[in-house]
């Protein structure tokens, strides 16, 4: 497996290959690549080392192993609301086999602890724990994706990537950079599309994106 890690603190990408036995990147054995990748079909993930070490500070603080079948899908595989943190690599959907007061104790120490952006309330989830170190702000005013222009670097150029390949064929390199070939394919998708052809992504060009790409399926890596 290929894994792209954008790092918080250099705000670089890194990139590792790893086994599915094998333990994910910044996760000192306490979360498999096999576990991360869950049900997805893809051999290209993407992660960012603050949900890494947010999950590893977790599990050190609840004392033992947190049982997590579902964290990482591919735009492209769908399942999840449209502009979801589970495409951004940066979820976390576990505690399923624990009950309701375990769940809670968990929601409430993982809310405590500061690690996440993000801990859904019991009544959106309430046979799961959701979790996650999404990056704010959203670029829309409901929530989701930051707003992006060239320069970026991070798991949303990864989604971007990814949603402009399926939408425009673009044939991107996934590696989380926005270069001038993203810029130039985001433009020629935007112009396509009738929004301003500006090469940031804002709310309406992420709105555009992930109604196109979300579950039509994964493209070649």
């Known amino acids: 497996m290929t894994i792209l890690v954008y790092n918080n603190r250099t705000g670089k990408m890194e990139r590792y290959e790893r086994g599915l036995r094998e333990a994910m990147p910044y996760a000192n054995e306490t979360l498999l690549v096999g576990e991360f990748r869950g049900t997805s079909q893809t051999q290209l993930l993407w992660t960012q080392s603050a949900a890494m070490n947010a999950w590893v500070q977790l ?11 579902y964290a990482f899908r591919r735009i492209g595989e769908g399942g ?9 690599g940066t979820a976390f959907d576990c505690a399923q086999n ?41 670029a829309c005013s409901t929530g989701g994706y930051p707003l992006l222009r060239r320069g970026n670097q991070g798991v949303y150029v990864c989604i971007l990537q990814d949603a402009l390949n399926i ?26 599309n009738r929004l301003t052809a500006d090469g940031i992504v804002g709310c309406a060009t992420w709105r555009l994106l992930t109604d196109i790409a979300v579950g039509a399926g994964l493209r070649a890596e």
């Open 59 to 69: 599990r050190q603080q609840w004392g033992q192993p947190i049982y997590l079948p």
């Open 80 to 88: 999840h609301a449209n502009q979801s943190q589970h495409y951004a």
């Open 98 to 138: 624990i009950g309701n007061e375990g769940r809670a104790r968990l929601r409430s120490l993982a809310a405590s602890s500061g690690l996440f952006t993000y801990v859904e309330p019991a009544y959106l989830t309430p046979t799961w724990v959701h979790l996650d170190t999404r990056t704010l702000p959203p």
């Open 167 to 192: 939408a425009v064929g673009a044939g991107l390199l996934i590696d989380g950079v926005f270069g001038l070939l993203t810029e130039d394919a985001l433009r020629f998708c935007q112009a396509t």
